[in-house]
């Protein structure tokens, strides 16, 4: 039988522009999915799409450029967690979270880059982009399955 | 990046010692990758046994160094944890890459 409903929680930290800092919202993240008992899998996955939307706002809205922030706001609730990645940088022109359509056995073809939207859009339930008053913010939606 | 590295016959061994692969340690990674294959080697096991993670920059650097190697050699990977495998199978990258369950494994199927 279900438990009563929770009401939304909502931790916010912020990562200061450096691709070395990443890590640490990646096992922030980690820290939170264990505590709401989420399967390995699951955890690794949400991991990956909060450093993958982390490490776009640094290399593309501030161009690597340290000093800058990007903020991470976690909101969960028994049903789902939504995960909202902000910067004040550029916002980017174009959302293409295609994969390339590529063959397994041509080597040259084989996609090197430009697979962190596509893993986000493949995860997620749902994907958002904003842009207003300078602040940009990808927002992830995943409904909760406990393990 | 911490990775060690043995020749077991042709076949070179490659198993980074860090937990991650990640967009920090990256292009790092790839070039040592580019300087064992530079220096020769054209047969590489590597081993992901001690990675619990990697993101689309360290499979980026992983494909790079596939791609490097051409069609005159081979990567092939062992030693992944079934979370990274997922990473693998989302790009559908399990499809490029030969993966074995552990590093003799991965040995003998380079040593044919």
């Keep these: ?147 | 990046m911490e990775i060690d590295e043995k020749k077991v016959g042709d076949v070179l061994v490659v198993l980074p010692r860090e937990k991650r692969i990640d967009a920090s340690v990256s292009t790092g990674f790839k070039g040592r990758m580019v300087d064992w294959i530079n220096q020769g080697n054209r047969r590489i096991v590597l081993d992901l046994s001690q990675v619990d993670f990697i993101d689309s920059s360290g499979l980026g650097a992983i494909v790079s160094s596939l791609k490097t190697l051409g069609t005159e050699g081979d990567l092939v990977i062992c030693g992944i944890r079934e979370t990274v495998m997922g990473l693998f199978k989302i790009t559908r990258m399990n499809r490029v890459f030969q993966i074995f369950a552990n590093e003799s494994e991965a040995i003998e199927a380079l040593s044919r």
């Design chain 1, 1 to 147: 039988m279900p438990g009563p409903a929770q009401s939304p929680k909502t931790i916010t930290f912020l990562v200061d522009s450096k691709l070395k800092n990443v890590s640490l919202a990646g096992v922030a993240v980690r820290g939170i999915c264990s505590y709401l008992s989420l399967s390995d899998v699951d955890a690794y996955y949400l991991e990956l799409c909060v450093v993958e939307a982390v490490n776009n706002a640094i290399r593309h809205a501030y161009d690597n450029e340290e000093g800058h922030v990007v903020e991470v706001d976690i909101t969960y609730s028994s049903e789902e967690i939504v995960l909202d990645i902000s910067d004040r940088g550029k916002p980017m022109s174009l959302y293409n979270p295609a994969l390339p359509d590529y063959d397994p056995a041509d080597l040259k073809a084989l996609p090197e880059h430009g697979l962190g939207l596509y893993i986000i859009n493949t995860v997620m339930d749902q994907v958002t982009y904003t842009s207003e008053d300078n602040r940009n913010t990808l927002r992830m939606k995943k409904k909760l399955y406990r393990s």
